[in-house]
């Protein structure tokens, strides 16, 4: 084989090689456009949470400001049934008592307890809530004061 035949096939092999370079190249830049495309469809979606994580931070704050909201009235509700035990307790339950001392005696006249035991029984539970009522006031004024 002469020098000029072996540097033919040595070209022809360098043609071939860079014709596979060529292609090669031509498929590496197709997929590095199609990286670069998936990687900016990536930053869009990263961008899309980061908005999406900001709304359900904002919606979470909202909530924990509602829920203390509701936590301070439910403590308001629970003084204000506080109140009212107490009030049954120290005013009803002592009213009951009241009138239920004033018909221990059931071999009365009617007639008579009607007159006498009706105003007496009312006079005592007008005094009764009197009393509760000047000792709401007191507690009033001390919570003032």
């Known amino acids: 084989m002469t020098d000029n035949e072996k540097l033919d096939v040595i070209l022809e ?8 370079v060529d292609s090669v190249k031509t498929e590496l830049k197709q997929e590095i456009s199609e990286v670069k495309q998936d990687v900016s469809g990536l930053k869009q979606d990263v961008s899309e949470l980061k908005q999406e994580m900001s709304e359900v931070k ?72 009197l009393e509760d009522e000047v000792k709401a006031l007191k507690r009033k004024v001390d919570k003032i004061a």
């Open 13 to 20: 092999k360098l043609v071939s090689l860079d014709q596979k």
């Open 58 to 129: 904002q919606d979470v704050s909202g909530l924990k400001q509602d829920v203390s909201e509701l936590k301070q009235e439910m403590s308001e509700v629970k003084q204000d049934v506080t109140g009212l035990k107490l009030h049954i307790e120290n005013v009803t339950d002592k009213n009951i008592q009241i009138i239920a001392e004033g018909h221990l005696d059931l071999n009365r006249n009617l007639h008579e307890a009607l007159k006498e035991g009706h105003q007496e029984e009312l006079l005592v539970i007008r005094v009764s809530m």
